[in-house]
């Protein structure tokens, strides 16, 4: 595993915390606009993904990249995790990572 550019685990609520910095999160998809992937996070708000890859509607897909403000992140990495996902468990690992355990994430 590659340690020498760690990302923070993140929802949407966390997201301003992190700009500039490298990140990542799960959205559910709704839908693309021109390039850029709209779609729902853990917290029920809604992100923009730049340089996203190209994932079914309603799909729940992993990002990795770059905050590049509150609502934007430039992907550098994404994976589709199908549409049986559990948004509430990450949303509470996102809650852990910055909280009481934030020294093991980030």
Request: aromatic residues 8%.
């Amino acid at each position: 595993m590659d340690t020498s550019s760690p990302a923070a685990l993140v929802n949407a609520q966390m997201l301003n915390m992190f700009v500039g910095r490298r990140v990542r999160t799960v959205v559910q998809v709704q839908h693309n606009e021109g390039g850029v992937l709209v779609g729902q996070s853990t917290d029920g708000h809604q992100l923009c993904v730049k340089s996203a890859m190209d994932v079914p509607v309603s799909h729940f897909m992993e990002v990795y990249g770059i905050a590049e403000n509150s609502q934007t992140i430039r992907a550098e990495v994404c994976t589709d995790f199908g549409p049986n996902f559990d948004p509430k468990v990450f949303d509470e690992l996102c809650k852990l990572a910055s909280g009481r355990f934030k020294h093991l994430f980030l």
